[in-house]
């Protein structure tokens, strides 16, 4: 799984905000309307989330995750390990309703 191709594919919907968007971590603002589609793209690539699940997160990836601002009942995390990459996408949906921020994030 490719960094690029994940950045690639969800530029496609539309954003309320773009608020970063560099080699290894993409940040943008996305309206509710466009979740469903984000969703999808991002099941494209990880599969289904591994929070919220039945499962503990790892000791591993809550680590990793804590530097990014970690990851909290109602939000969502999907992870991948494939070799040396380590690319995860975190989803915190806004007290509005409305917005959701995403984050990707490579780990180098």
Known sequence: MQFEEIKKEVKEIV??????????????????????????????????????????????????IEGFGGIVSGQILYFSKEGSDTIFAMLWPWQDGERTTLKIIKKI
């Open 15 to 64: 954003f309320d905000k773009l608020r970063m968007d560099c080699d290894n971590q993409f940040e943008a603002v996305i309206l509710k309307e466009e979740l469903a589609k984000l969703i999808a793209r991002l099941e494209k690539f990880f599969g289904s989330p591994v929070w919220p699940s039945k499962n503990s997160l790892s000791f591993q990836i809550r680590e990793l």
